[in-house]
């Protein structure tokens, strides 16, 4: 399945924009939405996570308690709404999907990085988030 990721542009420091990251369908009952980002000349970073089944989500602790994550089943749609934004947000954010329950306690501090990472699939052109006065 291929994800698209929209929604991103420019915007002031403290402001908010809402990510959208569309599917045309998903295989699995059981699947995993996932919001990386990369900056330029830094690694990608996991951002957040839900899950398809109980709609567990997980932030990094750069985005939490700014950043929430929301699904559309209805839709094939996943958001990531973003406020109070910062310079250090500005970065080309993606969304991918893993076809298993990765956003779950058993992964909650590994499911960003190798090897869990790499099940994350259905990557799109990603979406520039900048974060400017």
């Known amino acids: 399945v291929q994800l698209q990721a929209s929604g991103g542009g420019l915007v002031q420091p403290g402001g908010s924009l809402r990510l959208s990251c569309a599917a045309s369908?998903?295989?699995?009952?059981?699947?995993?939405i996932a919001w990386f980002r990369q900056a330029p000349g830094k690694e990608r970073e996991g951002v957040s996570c839900?899950?398809?089944?109980?709609?567990?989500?997980y932030y990094s602790d750069s985005v939490k308690g700014r950043f929430a994550i929301s699904g559309d089943k209805s839709t094939n749609t996943v958001y990531l709404q973003m406020n109070n934004l910062k310079p250090e947000d500005t970065a080309v954010y993606y969304c991918?999907?893993?076809?298993?329950?990765?956003?779950?306690?058993?992964?909650?501090?590994?499911?960003?990085?190798?090897?869990?990472?790499?099940?994350?699939?259905?990557w799109g052109q990603g979406t520039q988030v900048t974060v400017s006065s």
């Open positions: 369908r998903f295989r699995f009952y059981y699947y995993s």
């Open positions: 991918a999907t893993a076809s298993r329950l990765l956003c779950s306690p058993s992964y909650v501090n590994d499911w960003y990085r190798e090897p869990h990472s790499s099940e994350f699939h259905g």
């Open positions: 839900i899950n398809s089944a109980d709609s567990i989500t």
